[in-house]
């Protein structure tokens, strides 16, 4: 039986998407939430608690729990760590469970959690995510955390990269133009991914803010073989290694 693929290409889309029925929803937030957040199980983490809101991340930071938490790409004064995989290479969250709270991407995975499993994707693991999706022999939604609900390109640029992947092994068919559009993007600019991701507006946006995206680490893809699935409130790896 052929599944249905879709890419969303915001949250603001995701509840336009053609798939009514349970589904598993792949976010994507390469600057930087998912980027980071495979870094933290890299280095790690034991579990991952996504929150939209920053005051249940302050509270549960002050019951004990270590705390990643950005607003508008700068790390919030009562936050232990800020949204960058740089954040994340220090032994001291080893076996720990990591708080997270940023503008765009824990939004996007806490509000797809109605609508069945949600996992996490970006360059790094892309290739572990499609192998693993292919086991799943479920429907899946990509969707793109954007920007405040706006598109990005750096996410539909990864989109389109797992898109292909999912389409190339016959399995999955698509509805609309969004996953043909994101592949044909991805297509585009495969042999030239960290100059597209330097002239994105986002990477632009951090840099003005002193920030640094990491261009060379981001776009390294297949680098990991992390799967992160949230389900129950929490993310967990569940491909880590026995």
Request: charged share 15%; net charge negative.
């Amino acid at each position: 039986m052929v599944r249905t693929l879709e890419v969303s290409f915001s949250p603001a889309l995701y509840p336009h998407r053609n798939q009514s029925g349970e589904h598993i929803t792949v976010v994507i937030d390469i600057l930087r939430f998912t980027t980071s957040l495979i870094a933290a199980f890299e280095n790690g983490v034991s579990a991952v608690i996504p929150v939209a809101s920053l005051s249940e991340a302050e509270n549960l930071g002050k019951q004990g729990y270590p705390v990643a938490a950005e607003r508008d790409g700068l790390r919030l004064p009562f936050a232990d760590y800020g949204n960058s995989a740089a954040d994340f290479r220090t032994p001291g969250i080893k076996g720990k469970i990591l708080v997270y709270s940023t503008t765009n991407g824990t939004g996007a995975m806490t509000m797809a959690a109605g609508n069945g499993p949600v996992t996490a994707a970006a360059f790094a693991n892309l290739p572990a995510i499609s192998d693993w999706l292919g086991s799943c022999e479920e429907n899946v939604v990509i969707l793109c955390s954007g920007w405040k609900n706006l598109f990005s390109a750096e996410d539909t640029l990864c989109a389109g990269a797992l898109a292909e992947m999912l389409l190339h092994s016959g399995a999955w068919a698509t509805p609309g133009d969004e996953a043909l559009f994101a592949i044909e993007y991805w297509n585009r600019h495969r042999y030239n991914l960290k100059e597209a991701l330097t002239g994105s507006s986002h990477y632009q946006r951090l840099l003005s803010l002193g920030v640094d995206p990491l261009p060379d680490y981001t776009v390294k893809t297949g680098i990991s073989d992390v799967i992160p699935l949230y389900t129950g409130g929490i993310i967990k790896n569940i491909n880590e290694p026995k």
